[in-house]
Protein backbone atom coordinates (compact mmCIF):
# COMPACT_ATOMS: atom_id res chain seq x y z
CA UNK A 1 0.00 0.00 0.00
CA UNK A 2 1.67 3.33 -0.70
CA UNK A 3 1.80 6.02 1.73
CA UNK A 4 -0.22 9.06 1.49
CA UNK A 5 0.83 12.49 2.40
CA UNK A 6 -0.82 15.38 2.77
CA UNK A 7 -0.25 18.85 3.84
CA UNK A 8 -3.50 19.48 6.00
CA UNK A 9 -2.99 21.04 9.01
CA UNK A 10 -5.08 18.42 11.10
CA UNK A 11 -3.59 15.21 9.64
CA UNK A 12 0.12 16.33 9.27
CA UNK A 13 0.48 17.76 13.15
CA UNK A 14 -1.63 14.33 14.80
CA UNK A 15 0.01 11.56 16.28
CA UNK A 16 -3.27 9.65 16.71
CA UNK A 17 -4.67 6.97 14.27
CA UNK A 18 -7.92 8.09 12.58
CA UNK A 19 -10.82 6.16 13.97
CA UNK A 20 -13.32 4.59 12.00
CA UNK A 21 -17.28 4.86 12.64
CA UNK A 22 -17.06 0.76 13.13
CA UNK A 23 -14.75 1.09 15.90
CA UNK A 24 -17.22 3.55 17.92
CA UNK A 25 -20.02 1.65 17.61
CA UNK A 26 -18.19 -1.74 18.29
CA UNK A 27 -17.18 0.41 21.57
CA UNK A 28 -20.86 1.54 22.28
CA UNK A 29 -21.89 -1.74 22.14
CA UNK A 30 -19.28 -3.53 24.45
CA UNK A 31 -19.49 -0.57 26.98
CA UNK A 32 -22.48 -1.99 28.87
CA UNK A 33 -21.44 -5.54 29.02
CA UNK A 34 -18.57 -4.74 30.54
CA UNK A 35 -19.62 -2.48 32.79
CA UNK A 36 -22.56 -5.16 33.56
CA UNK A 37 -19.40 -7.66 34.51
CA UNK A 38 -17.85 -5.25 36.55
CA UNK A 39 -20.87 -4.64 38.05
CA UNK A 40 -21.53 -8.55 39.05
CA UNK A 41 -17.73 -8.95 40.07
CA UNK A 42 -18.25 -5.92 42.39
CA UNK A 43 -21.52 -6.97 43.58
CA UNK A 44 -19.79 -10.72 44.67
CA UNK A 45 -17.02 -9.37 45.93
CA UNK A 46 -19.59 -7.32 48.36
CA UNK A 47 -21.27 -10.51 49.21
CA UNK A 48 -18.27 -12.36 50.12
CA UNK A 49 -17.07 -9.85 52.38
CA UNK A 50 -20.50 -9.64 54.27
CA UNK A 51 -21.20 -13.11 54.13
CA UNK A 52 -21.83 -15.32 57.43
CA UNK A 53 -18.74 -17.79 58.73
CA UNK A 54 -20.69 -20.46 57.87
CA UNK A 55 -21.34 -19.69 54.57
CA UNK A 56 -17.55 -19.39 53.48
CA UNK A 57 -17.01 -22.51 55.77
CA UNK A 58 -19.24 -23.91 53.41
CA UNK A 59 -18.05 -22.83 50.08
CA UNK A 60 -14.19 -23.55 51.83
CA UNK A 61 -12.72 -20.11 52.05
CA UNK A 62 -11.55 -17.86 54.99
CA UNK A 63 -11.98 -14.32 55.57
CA UNK A 64 -8.35 -13.70 54.65
CA UNK A 65 -8.27 -15.38 51.16
CA UNK A 66 -11.41 -13.11 50.20
CA UNK A 67 -10.08 -9.85 51.14
CA UNK A 68 -6.57 -10.62 49.75
CA UNK A 69 -9.05 -11.71 46.11
CA UNK A 70 -10.79 -8.39 46.60
CA UNK A 71 -7.68 -6.73 46.70
CA UNK A 72 -4.88 -8.33 44.48
CA UNK A 73 -7.89 -10.47 41.71
CA UNK A 74 -6.44 -13.31 42.35
CA UNK A 75 -5.36 -16.15 44.83
CA UNK A 76 -2.27 -16.09 46.98
CA UNK A 77 0.67 -18.50 46.07
Not at 8 to 31: D, E, K
Not at 48 to 65: H, M, S, W, Y
Not at 72 to 77: A, K, Y
Request: hydrophobic content about 45%; charged content about 20%.
Amino acid sequence: MPAQFTNGSLVATTNVAPVSGVTIWRWLVLFPRKWAQAYKVARDAEMLRNAPREVLEDIGITRKDVAFVCEHGHLPR
